[in-house]
């Protein structure tokens, strides 16, 4: 069966301390991977993807993510986190062919101590 | 560049009754996809509009139905409404059925 876990519901870091977001996936194809961030009563938005090639990916507002397909794994990092990334993170997997849906996990919430 | 917008931001029903939520997809964007997002959990899938056809869909009761017009906006319709619906209700698009999707702020459904 397909699906996102997300092991941390709720995490506290200090501003300025480096922060790392724990995905896992359970997924039959070799998936495309993403991360979203959801500010209180906003959409999503999209932090940053991995569809293919290097395993550690770039994305906006200093996020990065590292695939390790051995460990089924798609952490989000980020070296100082600031006030402004408390908000709720969502991991999503979706299939390399354009006709499959979309799964995400459950999301962890993140609080920044000032 | 317009993003994806939808309309209304809130509303407020009683069960049994029937609610009509709205999504103009992003500018070049021909794909649309509605999730249920409960409060506390991930977004979850509901169905994919594309070229006017329903293309996939989630684990979701007939009481949710869905449209695609000309233009590549949609509605979702929700009858008989259970206290269960009470959600906020994103719809995503995308070009082609591609990924990433992209966002809009949602619809915020409470039931009473």
């Known amino acids: 069966a397909q699906s996102v876990t997300q092991p941390d519901i709720h995490i506290t870091v200090s501003e300025g301390a480096s922060l790392e977001l724990r995905c896992n996936y359970s997924?039959?194809?070799?998936?495309?991977l993403f991360w979203y961030v959801q500010s209180p009563g906003q959409g999503l938005q999209l932090l940053l993807k991995y569809f293919s090639g290097d395993t550690l990916v770039q994305g906006i507002k200093g996020f990065e993510a590292e695939f390790k397909r051995s460990q089924s794994s798609f952490n989000l990092r980020k070296p100082s986190v600031h006030w402004s990334d408390a908000a709720e993170y969502f991991c999503a997997v979706g299939a390399r062919t354009s006709y499959d849906k979309v799964i995400f996990g459950p999301g962890t919430s993140l609080s920044v101590i000032p | 560049d317009a993003g994806v917008t939808q309309s209304p931001t809130h509303l407020i029903k009683t069960r049994g009754q029937q609610v009509t939520l709205r999504c103009s997809p992003k500018?070049?964007?021909?794909?649309v996809s509605w999730y249920q997002q409960a409060l506390g959990q991930g977004p979850q899938f509901i169905f994919q509009y594309y070229e006017e056809e329903e293309r996939q869909r989630g684990n979701f009761p007939d009481r949710f139905s869905g449209h695609q017009f000309p233009n590549y906006s949609s509605e979702l319709n929700v009858n008989a409404l259970l206290l269960g619906d009470s959600a906020l209700y994103l719809c995503?698009?995308?070009?082609?059925?591609?990924?990433?999707?992209?966002f809009g702020d949602g619809t915020r459904l409470s039931i009473l």
């Open positions: 995503a698009s995308s070009l082609g059925q591609s990924v990433p999707q992209h």
């Open positions: 997924y039959g194809a070799t998936p495309y």
């Open positions: 500018s070049g964007h021909d794909t």
